[in-house]
């Protein structure tokens, strides 16, 4: 399906419009608009050309959504109608796997938006960004790297203490004070 | 009075502590280990007391962890410590460094150990040294593992010429009582 709507493509990556779902054929279209009046194009990447660190972020994404979806699942039948589905009542009932296109991003979207799923659902970050966000007493750091170019910082610590930066990896920089006696 | 012992990490703190702890107060006073950052908190022994030639200098002697300037948890794992636990150590080993910085503005008096067998001239031993005489507080400079062979005392002295200078090895106990004498001369 989505192969027949493929137009200005890199790989299997494209940009779709936002309000009626279609393809950018040309890329003169991205610039002058969809021709039902958007102007708003999402771009939609193929998995092989994203970056590491996008392909890592996306995992968190999707090993968020299935850790908080196994309770309720909703799927769209052929008539677009929204089906409440319990999951573990579906695995007790012997009853096939769905098939891979209801893992797609179509399908994902209403279970992120269920209450269980809150947190990551409407474009929100997951909460482990948040977590990396903020400090508790159990951090040494004063400084922290959310993420490439993100730092989140604890000012009230920097007052009193060497300044100490965490990565991502858990590896602790230390800054030592340097006082010059005073003459 | 407290008498601080600053360094880095794995030159011989803890074991020189707990020598003058043994010598003076008859219990030592931490673990030793090879691997670095053993000691993760400040470690106090009180009523260490040393009497030389007729003076007595009572004191609180005070072990702090190791400064460094980064702690890489992976470091650890060649020890055979699991990735967690190492990176639990990391996080307290950093929490010491953070302690031992702040603890400058509480000691009267400070050892601070080189291992003589290393390079002395490291970010870490011209910034601890530059903090401590920044407070005006009294130093001594103590090159350790005199005992190595690879342990050159003249590098050390030659690296830091304005402080007094001891050459020990806690390992042994070689010229531990040349350590009191600078100690009591210099704080009584």
């Known amino acids: 399906m989505r192969c027949e709507r493929i137009g200005f493509v890199f790989g299997d990556s494209l ?49 968020q959504v299935s850790v908080e979806s196994p309770k309720l699942e909703f799927s769209l039948d052929a008539n677009g109608k929204k089906d409440a589905v319990d999951a ?82 858990g590896i602790y920089y230390v800054r030592l004070p340097f006082e010059q006696k005073k003459k | 009075m407290s008498l601080g012992i600053y360094g880095s990490p794995n030159v011989g703190k803890t074991t020189l502590a707990n020598r003058i702890c043994v010598d003076l107060a008859g219990e030592p ?38 400064i460094a300037v980064k702690v890489d948890y992976r470091d650890f794992l060649e020890y055979g410590i699991s990735k967690e636990e190492a990176q639990k150590r990391a996080r307290e080993a950093t929490r010491g460094v953070v302690e031992a910085v702040r603890h400058m503005d509480k000691v009267d008096a400070a050892l601070f150990i080189i291992d003589a067998t290393e390079d002395p001239y490291t970010q870490v031993n011209i910034t601890i040294l530059g903090n401590i005489e920044a407070r005006s507080i009294p130093i001594i400079v103590v090159a350790n593992k005199i005992d190595l062979p690879s342990a050159n005392t003249r590098r050390v002295k030659e690296a830091f010429p304005g402080y007094d200078f001891v050459q020990v090895s806690a390992m042994t106990g070689e010229n531990l009582d040349g350590l009191y004498k600078e100690i009591v001369s210099k704080l009584s």
């Not at chain 1, 269980?116 to 159990?138: D, I, L, Q, V």
């Not at chain 1, 004063?142 to 000012?155: Q, R, S």
């Not at chain 2, 673990?31 to 004191?59: C, F, Q, W």
């Open chain 1, 15 to 63: 940009h779709k419009c936002v309000r009626c779902d279609r393809a950018a054929i040309i890329i003169q279209e991205i610039n002058d608009g969809c021709p039902c009046g958007s102007k708003v194009f999402v771009f939609i990447r193929d998995d092989s050309t994203a970056s590491p660190l996008e392909k890592e972020a996306e995992n968190e994404k999707s090993n």
């Open chain 2, 29 to 66: 006073m931490g673990a030793v280990s090879p691997v670095p950052h053993e000691t993760r908190t400040v470690h106090k022994k009180d009523k260490v007391t040393m009497k030389i030639n007729g003076y007595t200098l009572s004191m609180s002697l005070l072990d702090m962890p190791g």
């Open chain 1, 88 to 169: 573990s009542q579906e695995g007790a009932n012997g009853k096939a796997a769905p098939p891979p296109e209801a893992n797609a991003p179509q399908s994902i979207e209403p279970a992120a938006s269920s209450p269980s799923a809150e947190p990551n659902g409407n474009g929100k970050a997951p909460s482990s960004y948040f977590a990396r966000m903020t400090f508790t007493t159990e951090d040494v750091e004063n400084i922290k790297i959310v993420t490439e170019g993100v730092f989140a910082v604890d000012v009230n610590a920097l007052s009193k203490n060497p300044v100490v930066l965490k990565d991502e990896e």
